[in-house]
């Protein structure tokens, strides 16, 4: 069985990298995809559409043009990994959660034991809690190969 994974959510470590080391390792046909995860290049998203009067709408433009490709690659996955860090508040990762959700996109949650309480509905709605990369490979090694 063959895999479109999206992993959304945080951008500031290499969680992403050894996901798909796990993966590769259990011998897993995954096809992974992501959002930008160059944060200034994210940022710069919709300025080449043109001058705007302050930041609000600049962030307004970055974000429906970063949409365009998070809605596709969410749309086509079969799986969305959620992460969740510790060092920034990731709202379009709680975002991506609720759109999973209203889709009806199964998805995981992957983050520390210190989000629980802040993250109750994303969880609620989730196929599963994970508090490693492990524990996802693992449950992706059951889905594919069980």
């Not at 930008?36 to 302050?54: C, K, R």
């Not at 609000?56 to 959620?82: C, G, P």
Request: with cysteine; glycine share 6%; net charge negative.
């Amino acid at each position: 069985m063959s895999f479109n994974l999206y992993l959304s959510g945080e951008i500031h470590t290499d969680w992403r990298d050894e996901l798909q080391r796990g993966a590769l390792a259990a011998g897993l046909d995954i096809v992974f995809t992501a959002p930008v995860t160059d944060h200034p290049a994210s940022d710069a998203a919709g300025d080449h559409l043109g001058e705007t009067p302050n930041a609000f709408w600049r962030d307004h433009q970055s974000a429906k043009v970063n949409a365009i490709r998070t809605r596709t690659l969410i749309e086509k996955s079969d799986f969305v990994v959620v992460r969740f860090g510790d060092k920034y508040k990731q709202w379009n990762a709680a975002f991506d959660a609720g759109y999973c959700a209203a889709l009806g996109k199964p998805y995981v949650t992957l983050h520390d034991e210190e989000l629980i309480h802040p993250l109750k509905e994303v969880d609620a709605a989730a196929q599963g809690w994970c508090r490693s990369v492990e524990q996802v490979v693992e449950t992706l090694r059951y889905v594919l190969t069980a």
